[in-house]
């Protein structure tokens, strides 16, 4: 990946993960790796302190300014459970996601994560812009149990945190697979700030949860509140802790008693909020902008949008940070959230045979009924033995 020398002006800089240290940089790094060995012996010893710990050592580096740290966007393209490769409509978004965001000419790095070989198709598209979308092979993490499909590998996105320490990414904006950049989104790495352990958006129409205010922590108390949307995060990766993430992600069961759907199907979005606690900062609906056809958007007699975006979707204000949170080739429900899966259907799918190919896979039918709440047999014999566990 190339480093830091200054390209034209206009032209993208890829923030290289590997930059030279100032001695005050230095000094904070040494703070921080003594309060990371105390995280790593709470963690060891069995207690609940390692993220209190974690949190106490990320404080220390608030300070550094944002323009010296290394960023990257990322998501992931896991296999199937139960099968060898990503499924067509997986593809397909990572696809769209990845051509979306190389249209913003982001300074960064975008990473994809991916289980298994990259067909022809997208390995084409990582190499459209040489060093600008970097693949990362990674271990796929799988819910045990899990009925066969993309749901049951989310725990995958632990794997983020491996990607810090010594030369890695000091901060990482993951995005699930599908959102489609409307503009530059860069600017969400100083939304979120340098010593935030989590940033994300709250989502609009998931109810009030209660949550530990430090995870793994029961002596700090409960507190209740409304759940960040999981399928965008910022968050600091750091190897010294990715390891009993996974532990806390096996164990799960033990702490998510009220979840205990989310648990059987190997969702992640109550785990992360789970490890977030009070420990975390909301970023502009913007940068994750879910559910469009929601009237608190449009004007009122629904003609327009007022807000992000416009039904041709545009951003409303190409300077202003605007992501989708959909699935390009469904038709949405509201008028003016058909109107936006139409133009990005024609910006990103029809011109694209890769895409076109991909999302013409019965899989993707926009009128394919939905898999119900139940995931399937498998789905519910994991949660009947957890509720008996």
């Known amino acids: 990946m190339g480093s830091g020398a200054a390209e034209e002006e206009g032209e993208p800089l890829i923030q290289s993960a590997s930059s030279t240290d100032s001695t005050a940089r230095r000094s904070r790094a040494a703070l921080v790796r003594i309060l990371i060995r105390v995280c790593v012996c709470c963690c060891c010893c069995g207690g609940g302190g390692g993220i209190a710990a974690l949190v106490a050592a990320r404080a220390a580096r608030t300070s550094q300014p944002c323009s010296r740290r290394a960023f990257a966007f990322a998501t992931l393209l896991t296999h199937r459970v139960g099968a060898k490769g990503a499924s067509p409509c997986y593809r397909a978004a990572v696809a769209i996601l990845l051509r979306s965001w190389l249209a913003t000419r982001s300074r960064y790095p975008f990473l994809l994560l991916h289980t298994a070989d990259l067909d022809a198709g997208m390995r084409a598209l990582v190499d459209e812009r040489p ?58 790495f100083e939304a979120c700030g340098c010593g ?7 989502d609009p129409r998931m109810p009030e949860h209660r949550f530990l205010r430090t995870f793994g922590e029961p002596s700090s108390g409960n507190h209740t509140r409304r759940l960040v949307n999981a399928g965008t995060l910022v968050i600091q990766p ?20 009220e979840d205990l759907d989310m648990v059987a199907t190997g969702s992640d979005q109550t785990f992360f909020n789970h490890m977030m606690g009070e420990h975390f900062r909301t970023v502009d609906q913007g940068f994750n902008l879910m559910h469009v056809g929601r009237s608190a958007l449009a004007a009122p007699d629904g003609s327009r949008f007022v807000r992000f975006l416009h039904a041709n979707g545009t951003a409303f204000d190409p300077a202003t940070p605007t992501v989708v949170h959909l699935k390009a080739w469904t038709r949405g429900r509201a008028r003016l959230e058909q109107a936006v899966h139409g133009a990005l259907r024609a910006r990103f799918i029809q011109p694209d045979p890769y895409v076109s190919e991909l999302v013409r896979d019965p899989q993707c039918d926009p009128d394919r009924a939905r898999p119900r709440n139940s995931h399937g047999a498998r ?11």
């Not at 799988?142 to 983020?160: I, R, V």
């Not at 990414?169 to 600017?187: C, K, M, P, R, T």
């Not at 935030?196 to 709250?202: D, E, L």
């Open 131 to 188: 060093g600008a979308v970097v693949p990362i092979r990674t271990e796929q993490i799988e819910q045990p149990g899990a009925s066969e499909g993309d749901l049951g590998a989310m725990a995958t996105k632990l794997n983020l945190w491996t990607l810090g320490g010594a030369g890695g990414y000091e901060q990482i904006a993951y995005f699930d697979g599908d959102h489609v950049f409307l503009s530059n989104a860069d600017a969400i």
């Open 238 to 257: 750091d190897v010294s802790l990715a390891s009993s993430l996974r532990q806390r992600w096996a164990s799960r069961a033990e702490f998510m008693s």
């Open 379 to 389: 789905g519910n014999a994991q949660r009947r033995r957890l509720r008996a566990g």
């Open 196 to 202: 935030q352990p989590f940033c994300g958006v709250w």
